[in-house]
């Protein structure tokens, strides 16, 4: 069973920064690739960044919307990864999610097992 806690939201103005946390209650973390989503009301859960396992040289990989401001990281010593969000933008608004999986990072939430309960973020005007 792998549990996640996602942490770090909160409320920023337009070209502010925050860094989310996900700590992983898990054995083996090093192991499973760790993507971030959102999610705003109305909306679908939508692919943030992913990060791969040790194994694959921690590959990383974003959506075209965050390439450039948003970074994704892992220490897998302390079971965490991490997203450092730059030159944020009211449209990043919604509810961040950390999710993990076994092997290869997807941007399909379906392919996630296991998902944490979200943070919020919210960047004013």
């Known amino acids: 069973q792998v549990q996640l806690q996602e942490s770090g939201g909160g409320l920023v103005q337009a070209g502010g920064s925050l860094r989310l946390s996900c700590a992983a209650s898990?054995?083996?973390?090093?192991?499973?690739?760790m993507g971030w989503f959102r999610q705003v009301p109305g909306k679908e859960r939508e692919f943030v960044a992913g990060?791969?396992?040790?194994?694959?040289?921690?590959?990383?990989y974003y959506a075209d919307s965050v390439k450039g401001r948003f970074t994704i990281s892992r220490d897998n010593p302390r079971n965490t990864v991490y997203l450092q969000m730059n030159s944020l933008k009211p449209e990043d608004t919604a509810v961040y999610y950390c999710?993990?999986?076994?092997?290869?990072?997807?941007?399909?939430?379906?392919?996630?097992?296991?998902w944490g309960q979200g943070t919020q973020v919210t960047v004013s005007s």
């Open positions: 990060i791969g396992i040790s194994g694959s040289g921690g590959s990383t």
């Open positions: 898990v054995r083996f973390f090093s192991t499973y690739a």
């Open positions: 999710a993990a999986r076994k092997t290869v990072v997807s941007s399909t939430g379906r392919a996630y097992d296991y």
